[in-house]
C-alpha cells in the first residue's frame, strides 16, 4: 500500500528517492520521510505530515545530501497521522533505519519483549518494532545481514521491507515476505534502486529484478545478492520493461485520471495486440499455461476481485457464460477465504488485480492452489505477484502505469481480456465454431475507434456535470451486462467526488430503491439499445414519474430517449456483450469533472490508495 523507494549510486540520493516517491505518491499519501547518509554529516532523517509536497518544502530548508537513502510515503495502519508514526523508523541506537509495507501481525508481542528488555519506541506503529528486533540482534551478531535474516524469522503477516545502518554504510537490504506488496530492484551502471512499483525506476533503468516470497536481496552500487530468508541463494530473471517514464507523466493533462481515461483507444488497441487472428477466427492468449484440453475439463469458474476489479470480473461472469457456457461465480476477494470455498477438480479460478498485489486476491489464489486449483490472473503489471501465483498463466493488460487511485483504463482492458479469454474457453470447448469468434474478434478491433467518439462526449459531460456537482446522492441503473457498469459508475463518483451513489440492477429498483427517488435526484441509466432495452425504458418512466432527473447512456440516433431524458450521452452501436467497455467511459467522465467542480483531489482521494496490500 505504500511507496518505498531506495537508492546506492554516485547521484544525490534526495534527489533520486525524492523523484521516486513522486511517481508512488499515489500508494498512499498521509506522510512521507526520507533518510540520508553522509559520512561526515551522517544519518539525516526528515519526516512530514501530509503529501508529498510538504516534504519537500521541508528539505528546502532542511536538505539532506549523500549517496545512498530511503524514503517512504504512508498509508496509515498502526497508529494516527502524525509525524512521529511516518517512516523511516530508527532502532534504538538510532543507528539503523527501516522502511515497510505490510503489516507485522505479532507486532504487540514482539514490542513486549522489547519494553521488557529496556527497549523504548517513539511511534504507535509496527514499522518501529521492525527497527528495534533488527537492531537487537545486530547488537549479537555484528551483522546487518544476519541481524535482518533473524528478524524476519520473527515476523507474521505479509511485508516489505528496506533496511540501512550507518555500521555498513554502502549496502541497502531489502526483503519481501508475503503478499504485502512488491518489490522491484532496478538494475543501473554504478549504481541500483529499490522500490515498491515499477514507475519509480524509469527515470534511471529499465532493467528489473522482482522478489518473491521470502527473498532477501543485499544491494549495493555495484552488485545484488539475492537468497531465500534462510539462506539458500536463488536467481531471479531480469525484465526488461518496455514502457518509458515518460508514460508515467501527465504530460499536458491536468490529472492523471483524465489522461488515462483519454488513453483507452491506446490500451484497449494494446490488449488486442499480438492475440487475435481474425481471418482465421483464432484467439491464442500466448502467457496461458492451459492448452485446450485443460479448458475443455473446466466446468467452473470463480472470478475473484475487489472494488473496480470486482466489477470487471462481474462482466466477465456474462461474457464466459454467454461464450463458452461455463458456469462462473464471482466473488470479493476479501470474503473468498474466509468462507471455506468447495472448489473441485474441475474447476478453475480467474483473479482480476490491476497491481497484482492485491492481498485479498493474492489470498484467493493461495487457497486455490492449496485445493489443486488452476488459477489464471488478468493483470497489468509485468512480473507482480499474482502473475507469478498464477500456475495456469497470465493474461497480461499491457495498458501501461495507472496512476490515479480510480482505476480506468485498466477497467475496461480487464473486460476486453476477459472477452479474449471466453472466447478462447468457448473455441477450445466447441461452443463456438471460427466464424462466430470471427464476427466478435472485428466487434473487438472496432472498440478503440468507438471508444475514441465516446470521448468526444467529454464536453458534454462536462455540462452535465455542472449542473449536479453539488447533489448529495445519485442512483445508477443498468441491466444485464450494465448492471456492473452502473456499479463501477457509483463506485467513481464516490471514490473521487465524495458523493453517496448506488448502483442497483434496475429490475430490483421496485424492490426498495425507489423509496430513494425524489425530485430532482440525479439517476443515471444505461439503456443501449439491446434485447432489455423495453425493460431499462420501463424503469426510466418510473424514475420519471417520481420527479427524478433521468442522464441516459443510449444508443447513437435513440430519438425516443432524446426526448425523454433529461441529458443523453450517445453511445456507439455494438454486440451487447461489449456495452459495457462504452458505457463506462462516460460515467469516468462525469465522476471526473463533478469532483473537479467540487475541488477535490481527482488522483489522489482521502482514505484511499492504488494497491491494497493490507487486510
Request: hydrophobic share 40%; charged share 20%; net charge negative.
Amino acid at each position: 500500500m505504500c511507496g518505498i523507494v531506495g537508492y546506492v549510486g554516485p547521484r544525490d540520493a534526495t534527489e533520486v528517492v525524492i523523484s521516486g516517491l513522486e511517481c508512488l505518491e499515489y500508494r498512499g499519501y498521509d506522510s512521507a520521510g526520507l533518510a540520508v547518509y553522509e559520512a561526515q554529516k551522517g544519518l539525516q532523517i526528515v519526516r512530514q505530515v501530509g503529501k508529498l509536497g510538504r516534504l519537500k518544502d521541508r528539505l528546502i530548508k532542511e536538505p539532506l545530501k549523500g549517496q545512498i537513502g530511503l524514503g517512504h510515503t504512508r498509508w496509515a495502519t498502526h497508529g494516527s497521522v502524525t509525524e512521529a508514526n511516518a517512516h523511516p523508523h530508527c532502532d534504538q541506537s538510532g543507528e539503523l533505519v527501516v522502511v515497510q509495507n505490510g503489516i507485522v501481525e505479532n507486532y504487540l508481542e514482539l514490542k513486549q519483549r522489547l519494553l521488557m528488555q529496556g527497549h523504548y519506541f517513539h511511534s504507535q506503529t509496527d514499522t518501529e518494532v521492525i527497527a528495534h528486533l533488527i537492531g537487537a540482534y545486530y547488537a549479537q551478531t555484528q551483522s546487518l545481514e544476519q541481524a535482518v535474516r533473524q528478524a524476519l524469522r520473527e515476523l507474521r503477516g505479509g511485508n516489505a521491507i528496506v533496511v540501512f545502518s550507518i555500521h555498513e554504510p554502502g549496502k541497502l537490504i531489502a526483503a519481501r515476505l508475503g503478499n504485502a506488496g512488491g518489490v522491484v530492484l532496478g538494475l543501473g551502471q554504478g549504481e541500483n534502486l529499490i522500490a515498491s512499483d515499477i514507475p519509480a525506476l524509469l527515470e534511471y533503468t529499465q532493467q528489473v529484478i522482482f522478489l518473491e516470497d521470502h527473498d532477501l536481496a543485499v544491494v549495493t552500487r555495484d552488485t545484488v545478492q539475492i537468497s531465500k530468508v534462510d539462506g539458500p541463494p536463488v536467481h531471479r530473471t531480469l525484465t526488461t520493461i518496455t514502457w518509458d517514464a515518460g508514460a508515467a507523466q501527465k504530460g499536458n493533462y491536468p490529472h492523471y485520471m483524465l489522461k488515462e481515461i483519454y488513453e483507452q483507444p491506446r490500451s484497449l488497441t494494446d490488449v488486442l495486440r499480438g492475440r487475435i487472428d481474425l481471418e482465421a477466427g483464432f484467439v491464442n492468449l500466448v502467457d496461458l499455461k492451459l492448452d485446450a484440453e485443460d479448458l475443455r475439463k473446466v466446468e467452473r469458474i470463480y472470478a475473484v476481485a475487489c472494488g473496480t476489479a470486482w466489477h470487471a470480473a462481474l462482466v466477465s461472469k456474462f461474457l464466459i457464460e454467454e461464450l463458452a457456457g461455463v458456469r462462473v461465480e464471482v466473488d470479493y476477494g476479501s470474503e473468498f477465504r474466509y468462507r471455506q470455498p468447495i472448489l473441485g477438480a474441475d474447476a478453475l479460478l480467474l483473479a482480476f488485480t490491476q497491481s497484482g498485489e492485491t492481498v485479498d486476491t493474492l489470498a484467493a489464489m493461495e487457497e486455490a492452489r492449496r485445493q489443486g486449483v488452476p488459477s489464471i490472473a488478468i493483470v497489468n503489471a509485468l512480473g507482480s505477484q499474482a502473475a507469478r501465483l498464477a500456475d495456469g498463466g497470465a493474461i497480461y493488460l499491457h495498458a501501461g502505469p495507472e496512476i490515479g487511485v480510480a482505476s480506468t483504463k485498466c477497467f475496461t482492458s480487464m473486460v476486453v481480456a476477459a472477452c479474449l479469454f471466453a472466447l478462447q474457453l468457448g473455441q477450445a470447448r466447441g461452443k463456438l465454431n471460427p466464424t462466430q469468434v470471427g464476427n466478435y474478434l472485428q466487434e473487438l478491433i472496432e472498440l478503440p475507434g468507438k471508444a475514441e467518439k465516446v470521448l468526444a462526449t467529454a464536453p458534454q459531460c462536462e455540462i452535465i456535470a455542472q449542473h449536479y456537482s453539488q447533489a448529495r446522492d445519485a442512483l445508477y441503473l443498468g441491466r444485464q451486462y450494465n448492471y456492473p457498469i452502473a456499479l463501477e459508475g457509483a463506485l467513481k463518483l464516490k471514490e473521487i467526488s465524495y458523493i453517496h451513489a448506488e448502483g442497483y440492477p434496475a429490475g430490483e429498483m421496485k424492490h426498495g430503491p425507489i423509496a430513494l427517488i425524489e425530485a430532482d435526484l440525479p439517476v443515471v441509466c444505461i439503456a443501449p439499445q439491446d434485447p432489455i432495452y423495453e425493460k431499462m425504458l420501463s424503469n426510466i418512466a418510473q424514475v420519471k414519474a417520481r420527479g427524478g432527473h433521468v442522464i441516459a447512456l443510449a444508443t447513437e440516433g435513440d430519438a425516443f430517449l432524446a426526448r425523454e431524458a433529461d441529458y443523453l450521452i450517445p453511445i456507439p452501436a455494438i454486440s451487447p456483450l461489449l456495452t459495457p467497455v462504452l458505457t463506462v467511459i462516460p460515467l469516468q467522465l462525469l465522476a471526473y469533472y463533478i469532483a473537479v467542480q467540487r475541488g477535490c483531489d481527482v488522483d489522489q482521494p482521502r482514505n484511499l490508495a492504488k494497491s491494497v496490500t493490507v487486510e
